[in-house]
């Protein structure tokens, strides 16, 4: 942490970057997000177990570009969404600095988005076991079952869209849901536009969401909508190899493989 | 009462089985009347959105179909279509969409005799089924109160 | 406001006779913006044509609905009426009640419903259409032809003659194709050789023709007007420039008993060679799997021997990159390998060979210069039998479609034959006899009587040897199935006629359609039989389904017509049905976010990226933009777009979506 | 109506929610479900709530429902045919252990939805309601309740108001509305008399962090202030804030169409979304997040004082609680007082 700390000042005082964007303590047992933007502010910045946001979401923020150069905070989860944000032509080398996190809280500064790439390798996206019972239990039941556990579920949004925001990979300007002709999903919160609106998210993230919880941490109901990214994350393990965020070859749902197999077009 | 009469809508590419159904109605070849067809130019133009629209609407099952695979007229809309379908269908079990009731298929421009078959097998799986009134309870929102909670 | 008019159309009594078209006007009469709707006979008769255009002066019609027969048929005239009428076409659609509708149901209540649904669909999106003007693209115009036989040749002339440069590219080292192994030809009897030769020197000597042989396409990108064609000159080892063709080479070579291709494996070449002394080019080629030097490393006497040093080992296949406005292809057909029916003995038995193995015993320039002796033992046959439909309208083979031009060709053989061998004994087995042509059945009739051929209908169930005899067994139909047993020197198979091995494969490469037998697609099976659905690609001859020559070769001139039709015109008319980017109001100036993955999933590479800056040049936002002259219209892009930026004109989301609407409600 | 104090047995409530139940009342009570306290529909009294601060959502959605229909209209070529909502289908409904804040925010909510026209569905909903109040004997960092004038066992907005004595002890029951007394009388047995009971001891001890009026004469210039940015700067713009608030009354209006028929909708619109001020145009006076976190503040603590003569908080904390990025209004306020 001292070692991050250090780094992040000396950016701040020969102005190679403008702010750090890091964690800091927030009310009683929470943390934030921290936009240090004086060398002598870098005293705030923490790290620990507790810093579940994904800060790969402020880099898309336009009040945040306009401070400067940032450089960012990143454990795995944030990693994986900067490089899938890069493949998404988000940001380049240039706009950014990645002061990574290990998995062992260890600081590790990656001077390119490439070796950031590489460094991943050996962390590739494995669903928690914990999340992988709950998807073999939903799994197990009938598909009544399953559409009334949704249905009771989803029920109660009342559309914050705070999984939307919380969520690096929802950078979208317009999203479909704010557009009106066709209203594709009903602006009202009911079990219809709920589904829709949280299935279509789903397919929206298929073959890009990155796994970091952000949408299921931040909706103030805790519906546990996570699992519909990860149940995608485990069919394209399946049916196409498994995603692995990447600056080149394209995109899980962009390209294809001719002889991608499947069981049910007649 | 009268017998349940599934609605069936077909989701389809213009240039392998539209062409297919119109060679269905050139050889006179009859089914099912349940299906209604609506053309695309490519699989690849499908939204899957349009699918869920169409259950939240009242349908009871859907037909998406297009060309072969490498058959494609415009190369590869078809081979996009298919990875896109995969996940979804996949998503929609999990979330308890009944995925009997969506009929994907490959019916080339020569295959009139299939696309009647097609048709007929799924109306025919659809009146099994039943109406699709999960859904549609969801999608008659109104019928219930959601104010509350 | 929409002003919708709606045109119902009884097509006679194919639509009327099941669907109640009066009351489907009269229901979509009550739609909402639909101010004028009818029923009539013939929609597509001229007073059909005139009662649309009429609505649309009269009634002020902002949209039109036929409801007719397949917009795959007639939405091109309907289109033209409403043009014709002031309205623009693209505000004209089509509701199927023909082909998806009378044609496929019987009459009843629920066929009209289906009618007045699919009327209703076509009622919304129309409200939803916009105004589109077609695009221009330029032409260029030259064309590419695919295969050097006899389609090939003759529509390339046909094109070159018209004033516009010609890319022939063939695969096999000269031009010619199959009529080039033939020895006579029906029904005239005049020698193949002797009328395609001229043709192919033709070819070689046209100014506007670009030969390019031991060739094939390796990818084609573009479209109608504007294509980009890879070609592979696989490598000849030879240099075209410097061989004047003297065949030194090809007589000193070592390696001499490979199985020549051109005949049949009934003859043998050396490993450099011509496949056939008339070829076009006249250059050899070295054939690289059997020949010494590339197997073993050592040989070259074909380079020490070469009097101009033509020779070159090293030489690389040769990628030529060309422009090209249209492209004809003349691939031809393949034949069944006969090891296909064990049951009739072809490779078991030397002496049962195949039809195109028996032109080349015929043919003059053949291994025996026409005589007609066995395989076996160079005998001349005393008895021979021809097997008519080998493999052709057999469902259990996987044919079930007939070969077409077997029935002649046998003919012709058993007639060769008896001219030949003088009072040799050949039999025909045949199932039907299929001789519609100009003089075609006189031409078989003249076997039987004045050559006394002798014709057996029946199938034949099995050949086999017995006594150095070739017995062929099958049973004759016409005397109630008899059993008949025939003892012959010799076996003709007509075999079936089959797509080209690659046809697949080329299909692919050029994005063309093709049937189940891999043969190439039509676009209309009778209006549009040499146009493929791909615009500015054609098909001439054998390669959309077994043709004979006089119908390869009109079928090639047809082509050699589209092109020159398509070349005289400077700009090219596309249909602006193609994807755009949406555009809106500063800050956002659109709603794409540069993701750019659509461009992945373009297969026409038509996604290019714009840049909008402000006035000082800084850049604001980096969005895609489609090129609407790469653009084909797939709108996969579109289904694939999470902010819906992009949209596809004709099938636009506000279009679809409320077309779905619309069909699941009441309105 | 003076207010009438009674004592019910801990060991009576569960026969007094059975007896609203059986008059065929709906309850709302709080309830736990994946880890959160939120109002559901209570069937049993076995399944609500006891150990919680406060609710995720607040009581607001009795009486301003998340999603309600306004109308049913039918088009034709002949015109719009319109059926309005029936008011006599609202059902009667008593919202079961109400906090203190929750029920004070009824009355921002109803000065505004009664400012000019007066809202008669609303105003419907809400006379069908019963709140029964159960004041506070804990808080955390999030409440700020006696900053905004209100308290911990403050009885303004409830019809009833419930204080426990002490852990596993008695409840006084403050009687405060004619609704209240109904249930009193409803059943006479379940509330003894009460003797002398000092209430406040039992209540929490929420400190006062900042004052409002303060703020309130600070705000009026205060429009052009940097602390807007810095305070926004981790705001995501989501809406988590005023879907949980019980004073947030912004509301969309959406025909939900379904080809001739449809349904006019009334739904919640939250001021920190992007497209809640989006023009047609494409241009948005308030493009960035400060200017929309700016608005809520100013909303709350000065154009609703200054036009309505009321504050638009009750100090519930529920914003701070929901916030996916811990934007705690108690801090952003103090910063402003001190600023």
């Given at each position: ?35 240090i ?58 706009n ?13 500064e ?14 590739l ?78 397919m ?47 995109h ?10 499947e069981?049910?077009?007649? | ?7 069936v ?35 690849g ?11 939240a ?25 298919r ?35 097609v048709?007929?097998?799924?109306v ?26 | ?36 709707s ?43 009426a ?17 082909e ?19 009327v ?18 330029p ?30 590219i063939?695969k ?10 033939l020895?006579?030809?029906f ?36 479209f109608?007007?504007?294509f ?25 070579c ?19 060679y ?43 296949d ?33 002496d049962v060979?195949?039809?195109m ?16 002796k ?12 021809f097997?008519a ?9 996987g ?82 199935a ?19 091995p690659?046809a697949e494969?080329?299909?692919q ?33 054998a ?67 714009e ?31 999470r ?25 | ?75 034709s070529k ?7 909502i ?17 029920a ?6 109803s ?61 006084l ?15 006479p ?64 209006i ?18 920190g ?67």
């Amino acid at each position: 942490m001292d070692e991050l700390k250090k780094r992040a000042k000396e950016l701040l005082e020969t102005g190679a970057v403008k702010v750090v964007i890091g964690y800091e303590q927030g009310t009683g047992n929470k943390t934030r997000a921290a936009f240090i933007q004086k060398p002598e502010e870098v005293s705030r910045l923490i790290f620990d177990s507790r810093c579940v946001l994904n800060l790969a979401v402020y880099l898309n923020k336009p009040e945040v570009k306009q401070i400067g150069k940032p450089a960012i905070v990143a454990p795995i989860p944030v990693l994986r969404a900067i490089i899938q944000l890069a493949s998404e032509n988000q940001f380049t080398d240039d706009n950014l600095l990645i002061l990574g996190i290990t998995p062992e809280s260890k600081f590790v500064e990656f001077n390119k988005l490439a070796d950031v790439e590489t460094y991943l390798d050996q962390h590739l996206i494995e669903i928690e076991a914990r999340d992988k019972e709950i998807l073999e239990k939903l799994d197990k039941m009938s598909v009544e079952e399953r559409w009334n556990f949704w249905v009771e579920e989803l029920s109660p949004c009342f559309k914050c869209y705070a999984c939307r925001a919380a969520c690096p990979m929802c950078y979208c300007h317009r999203c479909t849901v704010e557009m009106n002709q066709p209203q594709w999903i009903s602006v009202p919160s009911h079990q219809l536009g709920n589904i829709e609106w949280h299935f279509m998210r789903a397919m929206h993230l298929a073959g890009r969401c990155v796994d970091c919880n952000a949408c299921a941490n931040a909706c103030p109901i805790a519906i546990p909508l996570n699992l519909l990214t990860k149940k995608t994350l485990e069919e394209i393990k399946v049916s196409f190899g498994g995603y692995k965020p990447t600056l080149t070859g394209g995109h899980i749902m962009s390209t294809f493989k001719p002889n991608d197999k499947e069981n049910f077009i007649r | 009462m009268s017998e349940f009469e599934p609605k069936v809508v077909a989701f389809v590419c213009n240039w392998c089985t539209y062409a297919g159904a119109d060679l269905t109605g050139t050889s006179r070849i009859k089914y099912a009347t349940n299906v209604r067809i609506v053309r695309f130019p490519c699989t690849g133009r499908i939204d899957y959105m349009l699918l869920m629209k169409s259950f939240a609407e009242g349908v009871d099952g859907i037909i998406v179909s297009g060309c072969h695979p490498n058959d494609c007229h415009y190369t590869s809309g078809n081979f996009q279509a298919r990875r896109r379908w995969i996940v979804f269908r996949n998503l929609c079990d999990f979330m308890g969409i009944d995925i009997r009731r969506i009929q994907f298929s490959w019916v080339s421009a020569a295959e009139g005799a299939k696309w009647a078959d097609v048709v007929n097998t799924t109306v025919t799986t659809i009146r099994e089924l039943g109406p699709y009134t999960d859904y549609k309870k969801v999608a008659n929102y109104f019928e219930k109160e959601v104010s509350h909670g | 406001m929409s002003r919708i008019g709606v045109f119902v159309c009884h097509c006679g009594e194919n639509i009327s006779a099941t669907v109640n078209c009066q009351k489907v006007a009269e229901t979509a009469s009550g739609y909402e913006g639909v101010v004028h709707s009818v029923d009539y006979k013939y929609m597509c008769s001229d007073p059909g044509q005139t009662l649309i255009k009429q609505a649309i002066k009269d009634k002020n019609l902002t949209g039109v609905v036929v409801a007719a027969c397949s917009p795959r048929m007639h939405e091109p005239t309907f289109r033209k009426a409403c043009n014709e009428g002031g309205l623009n076409p693209f505000m004209c659609e089509m509701a199927n009640l023909r082909e998806h509708c009378s044609w496929v149901h019987d009459k009843g209540d629920l066929t009209t419903e289906k009618a007045i649904d699919v009327v209703r669909t076509q009622v919304e999106k129309v409200k939803r259409n916009q105004p589109l003007t077609d695009i221009k693209v330029p032409v260029t115009k030259t064309a590419l032809v695919i295969g050097g036989g006899i389609a090939g040749i003759q529509t390339s002339l046909d094109i070159a003659n018209c004033g516009h440069k010609v890319i022939l590219i063939e695969k096999d080292p000269s031009i010619g194709g199959h009529m080039s192994q033939l020895s006579e030809t029906f029904p005239t009897l005049d020698c193949s050789q002797c009328i395609l030769t001229p043709r192919m020197v033709e070819v070689a000597q046209h100014p506007n023709i670009t030969l390019y042989t031991y060739a094939e396409l390796e990818s084609l990108d573009g479209f109608i007007g504007n294509f980009t064609a890879k070609i592979r000159k696989k490598a000849k080892s030879i240099d075209e420039k410097l061989c004047t063709g003297c065949g030194l080479c090809t007589t000193k070579c070592p390696t001499k008993k490979i199985p020549s291709e051109f005949n049949e494996g009934l003859g043998f070449r050396p490993a450099v060679y011509v496949p056939f002394p008339q070829a076009v080019p006249n250059i050899p080629v070295i054939d690289r799997i059997n020949c010494t030097y590339y197997i073993k490393g050592k040989c070259k006497v074909c380079e020490k021997v070469c009097p101009t040093k033509a020779i070159v080992f090293d030489q690389e296949d040769e990628i030529i990159e060309v422009a090209v406005g249209a492209i004809v292809v003349a691939t031809g057909f393949g034949i069944k390998q006969p090891d296909f029916f064990p049951e009739y003995g072809y490779g078991k038995y030397p002496d049962v060979i195949t039809g195109m193995q028996f032109e080349r015993l015929a043919s003059a320039s053949g291994p025996t210069f026409g005589e007609i002796k066995r395989p076996s033992d160079g005998q001349v046959p005393k008895k021979i039998v021809f097997i008519a439909c080998a493999g052709s309208r057999d469902e259990a083979k996987g044919i079930p479609y007939c070969s077409k031009i077997c029935c002649m060709y046998t003919a012709k053989h058993a007639m060769l034959y008896q001219h030949k061998v003088h009072g040799g004994e050949s039999t025909v087995f045949y199932m039907d006899i299929r001789a519609a042509g100009k003089n075609y059945e006189e031409f078989v009739r003249r076997a039987i009587e004045e050559d006394t051929v002798k014709y057996v209908r029946g199938r034949v169930s099995r050949v086999y040897e017995k006594n150095g005899k070739l017995i062929v067994k099958g049973v004759d139909t016409l005397l109630g199935a008899m059993p008949v047993e025939i003892e012959a020197d010799m076996v003709v198979l007509a075999t079936a006629g089959v797509a080209n091995p690659g046809a697949e494969e080329l299909a692919q490469k050029l994005h063309i359609s093709y049937d189940g037998y891999k043969f190439f697609a039509e676009s209309h099976p009778k209006l549009k039989p040499i146009e493929t659905n791909t615009g500015g690609i054609m098909v001439a001859g054998a390669c959309q389904s077994i043709r004979d020559i006089p119908e390869s070769v009109s079928m090639a001139s047809g082509a050699a017509v589209k092109v020159a039709c398509l070349f005289s015109q400077n700009e090219l008319t596309r249909e602006p049905l193609i994807a755009v980017v949406n555009r809106c109001a500063a800050p956002l100036y659109s709603t794409c976010v540069g993701c750019f993955l659509c461009q992945s999933a373009c297969p026409y590479q038509a996604i290019e990226r714009e840049e909008i800056k402000d006035r000082s040049g800084k850049l604001i936002k980096s969005i895609a933009k489609v090129n609407p002259g790469l653009c084909q219209g797939c709108g996969t892009c579109v289904a694939f777009c999470r902010s819906r930026s992009i949209d596809i004109q004709g099938y636009t989301h506000d279009q679809v979506y409320n077309e779905v609407m619309a069909l699941l409600n009441e309105y | 109506m003076s207010t009438d104090k009674r004592l019910v047995k801990k060991t009576s409530l569960d026969k007094l929610f059975d007896s609203i139940k059986q008059q065929g009342k709906t309850i709302f009570a709080p309830k736990l479900k994946n880890g959160k306290v939120n109002y559901e529909q209570v069937e049993r009294f076995s399944d609500i709530a006891t150990d919680y601060i406060q609710t995720t959502q607040s009581a607001k959605v009795v009486a301003f429902p998340r999603t309600e229909k306004i109308l049913d209209y039918t088009k034709s070529k002949e015109g719009i045919a319109v059926v309005e909502i029936d008011l006599q289908s609202i059902s009667e409904v008593v919202i079961w252990g109400v906090r203190p804040c929750d029920a004070a925010g009824f009355l921002p909510l109803s000065a505004i939805f009664n400012w000019d026209t007066k809202d008669i569905i609303y105003n419907t909903r809400l006379e069908k309601t019963t709140l029964i109040g159960f004041s506070c004997n804990k808080c955390d960092e999030s409440c700020f309740c006696t900053s905004v004038a209100g308290n911990p066992g403050g009885t303004e907005g409830s019809d009833m108001m419930l204080t426990q004595l002490g852990d596993n002890g008695d409840y006084l029951a403050e009687i405060i509305t004619e609704k209240g007394k109904t249930i009193v009388d409803k059943n006479p047995d379940l509330f003894e008399t009460a003797g002398e009971i000092d209430k406040q001891k039992y209540l929490a001890d929420v400190p006062v962090k900042f004052n409002q009026t303060e703020i309130k004469d600070k705000l009026a210039n205060f429009f052009e202030n940097e602390i807007w940015l810095q305070q926004s700067l981790r705001c995501i713009g989501c809406g988590a804030c005023a879907s949980v608030c019980p004073t947030c009354a912004c509301f969309d209006i959406q025909d939900e169409e379904h080809g001739k028929r449809g349904s006019r909708v009334r739904c919640w619109d939250n001021c920190g979304l992007s497209i809640f001020t989006l023009h047609t145009s494409g241009h948005n006076p308030r493009e960035y997040q400060s200017q929309r976190w700016r608005q809520r503040i100013l909303h709350k603590f000065s154009y609703m004082p200054e036009r309505l003569s009321v504050y638009g908080c009750s100090g519930c904390g529920r914003c701070s609680r929901a916030c996916p990025v811990d934007m705690n209004i108690i801090e952003h306020l103090t910063a402003i007082q001190e600023a």
